[in-house]
């Protein structure tokens, strides 16, 4: 599967923002599907998951109740909500894709990676 990341942008603090993700090529229901981000001079951290149906989210501690993923099978996209944005979410944003529910929040459990959009949050 191929994935597009799309969305990101300057923002104030405080502000909203919704990221997309496209995919292509094998069936997008078959994927459970994941948002993680990187911050100058830090590793990648998982931000959120969706399962394949889209019944299941699993968050971040440091994004919980500000940041919603979301699927739509049908357009074979992946969405993620952001508001409250905060200086500290500055960071690429990656939309991933695993093919299990069970690898969580581990970065080695995604297989497929987009190619990530820059969220910069201004104080």
């Known amino acids: 599967v191929q994935l597009q990341a799309s969305g990101g942008g300057l923002v104030q603090a405080g502000d909203s923002l919704r990221l997309s993700c496209a995919a292509s090529?094998?069936?997008?229901?078959?994927?459970?599907m994941g948002w993680f981000r990187q911050a100058p001079g830090k590793e990648r951290e998982f931000v959120a998951a969706?399962?394949?149906?889209?019944?299941?989210?699993y968050y971040a501690d440091s994004v919980k109740g500000r940041f919603t993923i979301s699927r739509d099978n049908t357009k074979k996209t992946v969405y993620l909500q952001m508001n409250s944005l905060k200086p500290e979410d500055t960071a690429v944003y990656y939309c991933?894709?695993?093919?299990?529910w069970g690898v969580g929040d581990r970065v080695e459990g995604y297989g497929y990676w987009g190619q990530g959009t820059l969220v910069t949050v201004s104080s």
């Open positions: 991933a894709a695993a093919l299990s």
């Open positions: 090529g094998r069936t997008f229901s078959n994927y459970v």
């Open positions: 969706i399962s394949k149906g889209g019944s299941r989210t």
